[in-house]
C-alpha cells in the first residue's frame, strides 16, 4: 500500500519555467491538499480539492494553479516560476476533511534560480 | 489573527531523560488538534488528535494532553528513535479545510 506518492522527488528550475508536480493516492480519499514548508514557517496550504473535479484555494494560492481530474489524482502547476517558489511541496489526502488525519506525500523539493 | 505557536524551537535530551513539548493556540472555535511527525527529508506522519479539554492520548513513549489554550506532547524515557520534529496543527470548524500549522519542535535524543 503506497499512500501518496510525489513525483519528482526534487527539481531545478529557471526562473520562468514551468511545471507540474504530480500527487497520487490509493486510499480512495476525496481531499486532497498541497503545502509548502519553509524554513522557520508552518505549513502552509497552496490549494486544496474536496473530491474529484473540485479545486479550491488555500492560504497562498498566488502563482499556482492545480487540476483534480481523476479522484485518485491532484496536480500542482507553476506556471512562470519565481524564485519565491523555492520550497518544499507536500500532497497530502484525508478521508472526510472534517477531522480525519492527514495522509503525507514525502515532499517534491522545488529550487528556482 | 489565528495562531499556532510550538516551543522549544529545538530540545535535546539524553536518552531516558522525560520532557514535555508545548503547543500553544490563540484560535476560537478549536475543532482538533493534532499532532505530526516529521522525520528529515519525509513527509509529516500522524500521531495523535485530541478534541476537547482533558483529553489525553498515548502511543508508546508519546502522551498528548489538552487544555484550552495549550497542548503538550510528554515524552517519556526517549530513544534516539524518537528524534525527529513534532510539529502540531490546529483545525478551526467542521467543513473549514484549513490546518493551521505550528513550526515545529525538533527533538534530538542523545545515546
Known amino acids: 500500500n503506497a499512500g501518496v506518492t510525489q513525483t519528482p522527488k526534487f527539481r531545478v528550475l529557471k526562473t520562468g519555467q514551468s511545471m507540474t508536480l504530480l500527487c497520487a493516492q490509493d486510499?480512495?480519499?476525496?481531499?486532497m491538499y498541497w503545502y509548502r514548508q519553509d524554513p522557520g514557517m508552518g505549513l502552509r496550504l497552496i490549494h486544496y480539492?474536496?473530491?474529484?473535479?473540485?479545486?479550491a484555494k488555500g492560504e497562498v494560492p498566488d502563482g499556482y494553479n492545480v487540476s483534480r481530474l481523476k479522484k485518485q489524482n491532484f496536480l500542482l502547476g507553476l506556471e512562470s516560476a519565481a524564485p519565491s517558489q523555492t520550497s518544499v511541496y507536500f500532497c497530502?489526502?484525508?478521508?472526510?476533511?472534517?477531522?480525519?488525519?492527514?495522509?503525507f506525500g514525502n515532499g517534491t523539493r522545488l529550487t528556482v534560480t | 489573527e489565528d495562531q499556532v505557536t510550538q516551543s522549544p524551537e529545538a530540545l535535546r535530551l539524553q536518552e531516558g531523560e522525560s520532557s514535555s513539548l508545548n503547543c500553544s493556540y490563540t484560535?476560537?472555535?478549536?475543532?482538533?488538534l493534532f499532532w505530526y511527525r516529521q522525520d528529515p527529508g519525509k513527509g509529516p506522519e500522524f500521531l495523535f488528535t485530541?478534541?476537547?479539554a482533558g483529553e489525553e492520548k498515548e502511543k508508546e513513549r508519546l502522551k498528548a494532553t489538552l487544555t484550552k489554550k495549550e497542548s503538550f506532547l510528554h515524552i517519556t524515557a526517549p530513544k534516539p528513535e524518537d528524534s525527529a520534529t513534532y510539529l502540531c496543527?490546529?483545525?478551526?470548524?467542521?467543513?473549514?479545510?484549513?490546518?493551521?500549522f505550528g513550526t515545529g519542535t525538533r527533538l534530538t535524543i542523545i545515546p
Open positions: 484560535v476560537s472555535g478549536l475543532r482538533g
Open positions: 480539492s474536496v473530491g474529484e473535479g473540485t479545486t
Open positions: 496543527a490546529v483545525r478551526l470548524n467542521f467543513g473549514n479545510e484549513k490546518l493551521t
Open positions: 485530541l478534541y476537547s
Open positions: 486510499m480512495n480519499h476525496e481531499y
Open positions: 497530502a489526502s484525508d478521508r472526510t476533511g472534517g477531522g480525519s488525519p492527514l495522509h
